[in-house]
DNA sequence: CACCCGATTATCT
DNA sequence: GATAATCGGGTGT
């Protein structure tokens, strides 16, 4: 398995949220791998009333503005986790993609013992249920996933273009007009 | 299957 | 004090 160089995630955020599709999230821990193709994406750039980055810098999204190839996860909703992949083109400030389910293909029993009483299906299928699935909290957040490690990403399955779908962003309450989560 | 709501907390107004 | 890039359980059709 290749991973992608981090000229890979210079590029604009809403075509690397379509081309992350098909790719492959990895998590070791412990000597153990969990691996999930990623099957759903959101792309979201500073200037965009929905992005986190969209006020400005702060101490919570400041790994919007970092690196990119690098890992943003958040805590919302008093209970959950969400992981972004930090993207975006040079002259763009933030940006990041969402990732929001995947299809679970290695490591399946300890995603379960993650998240007791789930059949497989309801394993990663949700941005906050793959985070917990594969035990992803605030201290994984600005990983270099370029780089083999805890957390990384390498290629995967080919998505033939024609298989996405565009469709509005999940949960949001400004910014809905953009068709910038992307399936396949 | 569609809608409604509670849980729980960081962040912002 | 309100809101949030969510989830899961409940109720009603």
């Known amino acids: 398995m290749k991973l992608l160089p981090q000229s890979w995630y210079a590029r604009p955020t809403v075509q690397v949220a379509q081309e992350l599709l098909g790719k492959l999230l990895v998590r070791e821990v ?3 791998r969990l691996t999930g193709i ?12 929905a992005c986190h980055a969209f006020k400005g810098k702060a101490a919570r999204n400041q790994a919007l ?24 083109e040079p002259s763009v400030i933030a940006g990041g993609v969402l990732i929001r ?9 300890l995603m379960g013992r993650n998240r007791p009483g789930h059949s497989d299906a309801n394993l990663t299928s949700g941005p906050g249920k ?23 990403i390498v290629e995967g399955i080919e ?7 565009a469709t509005p962003r999940i949960g949001i309450s400004t910014g809905k007009d953009k068709l910038w989560r992307f399936t396949f």
């Open 30 to 32: 412990n000597g153990v």
């Open 38 to 49: 990623i099957i759903e994406t959101e792309a979201y750039i500073a200037d965009d009333p």
């Open 65 to 88: 503005f970092g690196p990119v190839g690098h890992t943003y996860v958040y805590f919302t909703y008093g209970m959950h986790f969400c992981i972004n992949i930090v993207t975006r």
């Open 101 to 109: 389910a995947l299809k679970p293909i290695e490591g399946l029993e």
């Open 130 to 152: 793959l985070t917990q699935a594969l035990d992803i909290t605030r201290a994984d957040g600005s990983i270099d996933v370029t780089k083999k490690g805890e957390l990384y």
């Open 159 to 165: 998505v033939n273009p024609a298989d996405i779908r």
